[in-house]
């Protein structure tokens, strides 16, 4: 098992500014950076909270934000600003993903990450 680091300040900070920039972004210069960086985020902190049952909701939320991210791909590829309803289910998990944040663990965002650096690697390799 390995020891549990709690996310600090400062990283919590970065984390949050990422994820309300970019949608910021989405939500008035739309481009594919702040996309991907959502999208990034988003999974990172889903893989996280898998089979971490004390945060169920949490993780609800972040994987209907991240469908809805899903959903407007082809219009932030083309420039195009959010309409309100298609940005607040995305809110809706930043919010909820930030309040989450100071709670979870380093070491399980560590792991996600590089679990999705594998599933990144075997798409590539897949040529999906």
Not at 8 to 31: G, I, K, V, Y
Request: hydrophobic share 45%; with cysteine; glycine share 4%.
């Amino acid at each position: 098992m390995l020891k549990r680091i709690p996310v600090c300040a400062p990283l919590r900070d970065e984390f949050s500014m990422l994820l309300h920039t970019s949608l910021w972004c989405l939500d008035n210069q739309p481009n594919s950076e702040a996309f991907n960086n959502l999208a990034r985020i988003f999974n990172v902190v889903g893989l996280a909270l898998e089979n971490d049952f004390r945060h169920q909701q949490e993780a609800r939320l972040i994987a209907g934000g991240a469908s809805a991210l899903n959903q407007v791909m082809r219009k932030v590829e083309a420039g195009l600003k959010l309409s309100e309803h298609e940005s607040a289910p995305i809110r809706v998990a930043i919010n909820s993903m930030d309040s989450l944040l100071g709670r979870l663990s380093v070491t399980d965002l560590y792991l996600a990450m590089k679990r999705l650096d594998r599933i990144e690697d075997a798409n590539v390799q897949e040529g999906v």
